[in-house]
C-alpha cells in the first residue's frame, strides 16, 4: 500500500488514491514525484509510466502527483493540473482548462498566482476540497478530473511566496480533519534555506503539517555541501529543520524529509550517487524528526 499526494505549485501535488495511506511517521519514508516526465524528459522505455505502474511497486511510500500549477487564472475559475505525457489521454472539462482523466483516478501542481484576499483563499480551499476530496451529494455540480477517486493529501510546493496561504492551508487542513473516513495528510516542500522563503509563513506555527520534503538541492546548503565525519555542519543544516520540528512547527510530531535528485539531470546541484548519498542519510537519521527520503 501506497500513499498519493496531488502537489500544487507555483507548486501544488496531490497525494492520490491510496498512497498517503502507507505513510507512516515512525518510520523511514520513501517519497517520489510522478506526473513530469522528468527523466531526462524521456521517450520510448524511459517515459514516464501510467500512475498505477509505480502504485504496484512496493518500494514507494508515498508519491506526489504533479502538479495542479493555477489556482486562480484557469478558464471558468476551474483549477488547472498538469501532467505532462499523461495528459494525452485527458479530455477537458467543458468551458475550463481543467483535465477530465478518469483513466488515472481509476488507477488509485505549482501555483501560477496569489489569493487577492483571505475570503478567495477560503473558497479555492473548499473547490479543491470538492475538486479532489472525498465525493459527497454537494460535489455533483463540481468538475472532478479523477472521477471518484480520492486524494489522501496535498502538498504545497511553492517557489514564490503566495499571498493569503495561510487561510487556505488552514481551511484544508480543517477540511482534512472534519473527515474521519481515512488519514489525510497535508505537507510541504520547502527549500533547505531557513526560514525557506515561500512557506516560511505557513510553517511557522499557523498551519499544522503532517511532514515536509526539504529540497536540499540547487542551494548553497545542499546535500553537495554535507562534510563526512565533521562534528558541526557547516552549510547542509537538516539540523536546523529538525529543531524547527521541535520548537516552531504547529504540529509538534511532524516529520522531515530528506528531498534529493533521484539522478544526475534532475535538479541543478545536489546529485549524489548512492555510494555518497548513504552517509548523508546515515547522519539524517540521528535526528529525531527524519522521516525518510523525497526523490
Given at each position: ?30 517519497a517520489v514525484y510522478w506526473g513530469q516526465n522528468s527523466y531526462g524528459q524521456g521517450t520510448g522505455d524511459l517515459a514516464q509510466k501510467p500512475l498505477a505502474s509505480y502504485c504496484a511497486d512496493t518500494n514507494f511510500d508515498v ?233
Amino acid at each position: 500500500m501506497f500513499s498519493s499526494i496531488l502537489t500544487t505549485a507555483t507548486a501544488f501535488a496531490l497525494l492520490l488514491g491510496s498512497a498517503y495511506g502507507a505513510f507512516n511517521g515512525s518510520v523511514n519514508n520513501n517519497a517520489v514525484y510522478w506526473g513530469q516526465n522528468s527523466y531526462g524528459q524521456g521517450t520510448g522505455d524511459l517515459a514516464q509510466k501510467p500512475l498505477a505502474s509505480y502504485c504496484a511497486d512496493t518500494n514507494f511510500d508515498v508519491i506526489l502527483m504533479a502538479f495542479l500549477y493555477q489556482m486562480t487564472t484557469g478558464h471558468g475559475g476551474e483549477p488547472v493540473i498538469n501532467l505532462a505525457n499523461q495528459g494525452n489521454n485527458c479530455t477537458l472539462f467543458n468551458g475550463t482548462q481543467l483535465m477530465n482523466c478518469p483513466q488515472i483516478g481509476e488507477t488509485s501542481q505549482p501555483a501560477s498566482n496569489s489569493f487577492t484576499t483571505a475570503d478567495q483563499a477560503t473558497s479555492m480551499a473548499n473547490l479543491i476540497w470538492a475538486t479532489f476530496g472525498p465525493v459527497s451529494s454537494t460535489t455533483s455540480a463540481v468538475d472532478r478530473p479523477f472521477g471518484s477517486a480520492v486524494v489522501d493529501g496535498f502538498n504545497f510546493d511553492f517557489e514564490n511566496t503566495v499571498n493569503n496561504m495561510i487561510s487556505f492551508g488552514q481551511t484544508l487542513r480543517s477540511l482534512m480533519d472534519a473527515d474521519t473516513s481515512k488519514k489525510y495528510y497535508l505537507t510541504a516542500a520547502p527549500q533547505c534555506p531557513y526560514p525557506d522563503a515561500a512557506d516560511g509563513v505557513m510553517l511557522n506555527n499557523t498551519v499544522s503539517f503532517d511532514a515536509v520534503f526539504v529540497q536540499y538541492y540547487n542551494n548553497f546548503c545542499g546535500i553537495q555541501s554535507y562534510v563526512a565525519n565533521a562534528t558541526t555542519q557547516n552549510n547542509f543544516n537538516f539540523d536546523v529543520w529538525d529543531t524547527w520540528a521541535k520548537t516552531e512547527s504547529k504540529n509538534s510530531n511532524v516529520k522531515v524529509l530528506l528531498g534529493v535528485p533521484a539522478g544526475p539531470s534532475a535538479a541543478g546541484s545536489g546529485y549524489l550517487p548512492t555510494s555518497q548519498l548513504t552517509p548523508v542519510i546515515q547522519y539524517c537519521q540521528t535526528f529525531p524528526s527524519f522521516g525518510g527520503v523525497m526523490m
